[in-house]
């Protein structure tokens, strides 16, 4: 946890690191710094908190891979490659 305003709300307090991309892709957010910081209650508690709210994931999905395909100069091909998946379409 550290403090700061959360992404989602704009709510300031104690924070959690979101990892935008889970599972498999984990270490990936964490290598290319795809991370968000997110209230509790965004992060996890609320209706539409990342990890229950398929809108919300989708939203961090597409911001996740916008910010990576502008800091590694990728293209959407690149991004499935090392993702598996492209989000902006969806």
Request: aromatic share 12%.
């Amino acid at each position: 946890m550290f403090l700061g305003r959360c992404f989602l709300c704009g709510r300031y307090g104690p924070l959690e690191n979101h990892h935008i991309f889970g599972g498999a892709n984990r270490r990936k957010s964490e290598r290319f710094g795809l991370k968000v910081g997110l209230c509790a209650d965004c992060h996890r508690n609320g209706h539409q908190a990342a990890h229950r709210c398929a809108a919300t994931a989708q939203k961090l999905h597409e911001y996740g891979q916008r910010k990576y395909m502008q800091e590694q100069y990728a293209t959407i091909d690149d991004f499935i490659t090392m993702f598996g998946k492209n989000y902006l379409d969806s």
